[in-house]
Nanobody, 121 residues
Framework: QAQLVESGGGWVQAGGSLRLSCAASGQTFVRYAMGWFRQAPGKEREFVAAVSTIGVTLYTDSVKGRFTISRDNKGGTLYLQMDSLKPEDTAVYYC???????????????WGQGTQVTVSS
C-alpha cells in the first residue's frame, strides 16, 4: 500500500510559479504510474498530468507548455512544476498512484490529501 503526501502549494500572483511535491512511502514507488489531479471550488476533480514508470508523460490541454511533471524514483518523489500560472489554475491539487498511466481517476488506487494552490489576478 502506498502513502502519498503532497506539499508545495500556496498563494502566487498570475504569471508566477510553484513546484508541488508528492512524497511516497510504503510500496515501491517505481512500480506505480503517478498522476496529478485538481479540484476547483464547485467543480469536479479533473486530470492534470501523469507520468508512467518509464517516464512517458500526459498532460491536459490547458496546462501543456506551462506545467511539467517529473519523478525521482530513487527518492520516491513526484513533482509538478507549474509556470505561467493563471487564476483558473486555482484548485486543490492531489497526487495519485496507479498501476498504469491514465487520465481517468478511477484507475488510480492511492491518493494524497491534497494541497491548495491559489493564483490571484
Amino acid at each position: 500500500q502506498a502513502q502519498l503526501v503532497e506539499s508545495g502549494g500556496g498563494w502566487v500572483q498570475a504569471g508566477g510559479s510553484l513546484r508541488l511535491s508528492c512524497a511516497a512511502s510504503g510500496q515501491t514507488f517505481v512500480r506505480y504510474a503517478m498522476g496529478w489531479f485538481r479540484q476547483a471550488p464547485g467543480k469536479e476533480r479533473e486530470f492534470v498530468a501523469a507520468v508512467s514508470t518509464i517516464g512517458v508523460t500526459l498532460y491536459t490541454d490547458s496546462v501543456k507548455g506551462r506545467f511539467t511533471i517529473s519523478r525521482d524514483n530513487k527518492g520516491g518523489t513526484l513533482y509538478l512544476q507549474m509556470d505561467s500560472l493563471k487564476p483558473e489554475d486555482t484548485a486543490v491539487y492531489y497526487c495519485a498512484a496507479g498501476v498504469t498511466i491514465a487520465t481517468i481517476q478511477e484507475l488510480y488506487g492511492y491518493w494524497g490529501q491534497g494541497t491548495q494552490v491559489t493564483v490571484s489576478s
